[in-house]
C-alpha cells in the first residue's frame, strides 16, 4: 500500500519535471525564435533602403526618397562629443572607488548617486538638460546641450565597467609595482589603467551602442531638427560646420520617432523601416566589438595565468 | 632608482617632491570626478523638484489633490465657465498599468528563459539565447517602438480587435523591451548560487523541477527580485516606444484593446508646444517630479533587497 503511494508520487514527480523541462524548452526556443524574427523582419523591411544612397543623402521635406545621411552623421558625432567628456570622467571616478574609497558615508553617497542615475527615466534627464543646458545656460537646442544629456546617462555606465575592470586586476600586479618604489599614483596610472583598458574599452563600446539609439532624452537637448550646413566645413567655430557643438542635431533615433509623429512623409514607412534596420546594424556591430575584444581580453588573462 | 642615487641631493628631492606632488593632484582629480557624480545626481533632483512644485505655488497655484487625485486633464479652457483643469490621474494610473502589465508580461518568461539557459540547455542557451538576450538590451526603444506600431498594433487591430492603438500593445512593447535585462540579470543570479545547492537537493533524490522550484529559485529569489524591479523601474520611465503605440486618448482604458495615455507619452508630446512657465507647462514638470519621485523608491527599494541579501550571505 505504502510502496504504491510512494511509486504514485514518484511518477507524478517525474512527469511534472518532463512537462517543466517541455516548458522552459519552449520558452527558450520561443524566445530564440522570436529574436530572429524581429531581426530577420527589420532587415528584410529595409533592405530596399539599405544603400550608399540612403545613408549618405538629406531627408527630403514632404516628397519621396529622402536619405536620412545628416541623422546618421549627428548621432556618430553626438557620441564621440559626449563621451569626450564622460570617458575621462567615467575612468576617474571608477579610479576612485576601486583604489582610494574606503567604507564611508562618501561612498555610500556615490553608490546611491550612481543607482539613481542609471535609473533615471531618460525623459527625465532629458528635460533637465532642456533646463539647464538649453535654457539656463542658453544653449539652445544643440550638440553640446545633447552631449550633456547623454553624459548623464553614460558617466554612471562607464564608472561601474572601469571599478570593475580595475578590480579584477591581480593584485600581485600592482603590488610588484608598488614594490618597485612606484608611488600608489604612478602605479594606478603606469600599471593598472593599461592593464584595465581593454576590459573598460569593451564596457563602453558595448554602452555607445546603447548611447546611439537613445532618442527620449534628445528629444529636448539636441533638438528635432537638423538645418542644412557644409559638409566641407570643418572649422568647429563655424556656424556653418557640422562640427560646431552649438547647432541643433536630430539624430537617428530623434528622427525615427519624428517622422513618425509627424506623418508627413509619403513614404514614412520606408524610411522607418530602412532607419531602425540602419540602428539594429550599428547596434549589432557595436555588439560584435565589444565582444570579440572581451574574448580577446579573456585568451589573453588566461594566457597569462598558465 | 640607481640614477637618482648618483644624482645630487637637490634633484633627489626634486624627484620626491613632483612624486608627492603628482600623487596629490592625481588622488584631488580623481575624487573630484566621484565628486562630480554626486553633484550631478543633486542638481538633477533640485531641478526637476523646483521646477515640479512651481505650480503648486505663486498666484494661480494648484493644490496639490488638483493635480494628483483629479481624472479631468482639460489644460485649454473649457465649457462655460472657461476653467482649465490639470488633473494627472488617468496618465498616473496609465504608466502604473502599462508597467505592471509588461512586468507580468515579462518577468515570467525572462525567468523560465534564465532558467534554461544556466540549468535545462546550457549549450544552446550560452550559445544562442544568451547573446541574443545581450543584444537586444541595447536594442533602442524607439525600433521596439516602431515595430510595434508597423506590426503589433495592425495585428492587434485585425485579429484581437479595437483601433489597435491600446493597453495591450503598449505594454507587449515594453515587455519585449525590458525582458532581455531581467532575464540576464536572472542567469547572473543562477549562476552566482553554489553549485553545492544543485548538487545537494539531486543527491537527495529530487528532480530537475524539483530542485529549480524548491532550491534554486528561493535561494536565488532576493536577486531575481531586484531584476525584475530594475524592469519595472525601466517600463515605468519608458516614453517614446509607449508613445507611439498606446493611442494617447485622455481616458481611463476600460479594457486592455482601449487607448490611454501614460506620465512620460503626455510630457512628451506637450513640452513642445507649451509655453515654458505656463501653467499648463509647469504640470508637466510635476508629472517628471513624480516620475522621478517613484524610480527614486523603486532604487531605494533595490538597495533594500541587495543590503538584505550581503547580511544573509555573511
Known amino acids: ?306 | 632608482m640607481a640614477t637618482a642615487a648618483n644624482s645630487p641631493p637637490d634633484a633627489r628631492n626634486l624627484g620626491v617632491f613632483r612624486k608627492l606632488l603628482s600623487e596629490g593632484l592625481g588622488r584631488f582629480f580623481v575624487t573630484v570626478c566621484a565628486g562630480i557624480i554626486i553633484l550631478i545626481t543633486l542638481l538633477m533632483i533640485f531641478f526637476v523638484a523646483y521646477k515640479g512644485i512651481a505650480a503648486f505655488r505663486g498666484p494661480e497655484a494648484l493644490s496639490v489633490s488638483e493635480v494628483l487625485f483629479n481624472a479631468t486633464w482639460a489644460p485649454w479652457p473649457t465649457g462655460m465657465d472657461g476653467q482649465p483643469s490639470f488633473g494627472i490621474l488617468i496618465f498616473l494610473v496609465g504608466s502604473l498599468l502599462v508597467s505592471g502589465l509588461a512586468v507580468l508580461f515579462a518577468a515570467p518568461l525572462a525567468v523560465a528563459a534564465a532558467i534554461f539557459t544556466t540549468e535545462i540547455a546550457p549549450h544552446l542557451g550560452e550559445r544562442y539565447l544568451r547573446p541574443a538576450l545581450e543584444m537586444f538590451t541595447g536594442v533602442p526603444s524607439v525600433v521596439y517602438g516602431w515595430v510595434g506600431l508597423t506590426v503589433l498594433v495592425p495585428f492587434i487591430r485585425n485579429y484581437v480587435g479595437g483601433l489597435g492603438f491600446s493597453l495591450l500593445a503598449g505594454s507587449i512593447v515594453v515587455a519585449v523591451m525590458i525582458l532581455p535585462s531581467i532575464a540576464t540579470l536572472t542567469i547572473d543570479a543562477l549562476k552566482a548560487l553554489p553549485n553545492s545547492f544543485k548538487e545537494g537537493s539531486l543527491a537527495l533524490g529530487a528532480t530537475r523541477w524539483q530542485t529549480i522550484r524548491h532550491v534554486l529559485v528561493p535561494a536565488a529569489g532576493l536577486r531575481i527580485g531586484t531584476a525584475i524591479t530594475l524592469g519595472l523601474a525601466r517600463a515605468l520611465g519608458e516614453a517614446l516606444a509607449v508613445q507611439m503605440v498606446i493611442g494617447n486618448s485622455i481616458q481611463f482604458p476600460r479594457s486592455l484593446l482601449h487607448g490611454t495615455s501614460t506620465l512620460t507619452s503626455i510630457m512628451t508630446m506637450d513640452m513642445s508646444n507649451t509655453l515654458f512657465g505656463s501653467l499648463w507647462n509647469n504640470v508637466l514638470w510635476t508629472m517628471a517630479f513624480l516620475l522621478l519621485c517613484l524610480t527614486l523608491l523603486l532604487v531605494v527599494l533595490i538597495r533594500r533587497m541587495g543590503g538584505t541579501q550581503k547580511r544573509g550571505v555573511r
Open chain 1, 1 to 306: 500500500m505504502a510502496l504504491q503511494r510512494v511509486k504514485r508520487r514518484l511518477k507524478a514527480a517525474t512527469i511534472a519535471d518532463r512537462l517543466a523541462t517541455g516548458m522552459f524548452y519552449a520558452a527558450g526556443i520561443l524566445l530564440i525564435v522570436l529574436f530572429i524574427a524581429f531581426v530577420g523582419y527589420l532587415l528584410s523591411k529595409g533592405m530596399s533602403r539599405l544603400n550608399l544612397q540612403f545613408i549618405t543623402t538629406a531627408p527630403k521635406f514632404m516628397e519621396e526618397g529622402g536619405g536620412i545621411g545628416p541623422q546618421l552623421f549627428n548621432s556618430f558625432y553626438l557620441l564621440i562629443l559626449s563621451l569626450m567628456v564622460s570617458v575621462p570622467l567615467g575612468i576617474g571616478a571608477g579610479v576612485y572607488l576601486a583604489e582610494y574609497a574606503k567604507p564611508s558615508r562618501l561612498t555610500d553617497a556615490i553608490r546611491m548617486s550612481l543607482d539613481t542615475l542609471s535609473s533615471l527615466p531618460s525623459i527625465v534627464i532629458g528635460l533637465f538638460g532642456l533646463l539647464v543646458f538649453v535654457n539656463y545656460l542658453g544653449w539652445g537646442f544643440s550638440l553640446a546641450s545633447g552631449a550633456m544629456a547623454l553624459l548623464v546617462i553614460n558617466l554612471p555606465v562607464i564608472t561601474r565597467v572601469s571599478e570593475q575592470a580595475i578590480s579584477s586586476i591581480p593584485g600581485s600586479i600592482k603590488e610588484g609595482s608598488l614594490a618597485l618604489g612606484a608611488t600608489h599614483w604612478q602605479t594606478i596610472v603606469r600599471v593598472v589603467l593599461p592593464a584595465a583598458l581593454p576590459g573598460i574599452l569593451s564596457g563602453v563600446i558595448l554602452m555607445s551602442g546603447r548611447i546611439f539609439g537613445e532618442a527620449a532624452a534628445l528629444l529636448y537637448t539636441a533638438g528635432m531638427s537638423s538645418p542644412p550646413v557644409d559638409y566641407t566645413n570643418w572649422n568647429p567655430l563655424h556656424f556653418n560646420s557640422p562640427l560646431n557643438p552649438f547647432r541643433p542635431a536630430e539624430t537617428l533615433a530623434v528622427y525615427i520617432w519624428k517622422v513618425n509623429s509627424e506623418g508627413l512623409l509619403p513614404d514614412v514607412t520606408e524610411v522607418g523601416n530602412g532607419a531602425s534596420a540602419v540602428l539594429l546594424l550599428t547596434v549589432l556591430a557595436f555588439n560584435i566589438l565589444a565582444r570579440s575584444l572581451g574574448r580577446f581580453i579573456q585568451k589573453k588573462t588566461s594566457g597569462a595565468t598558465h
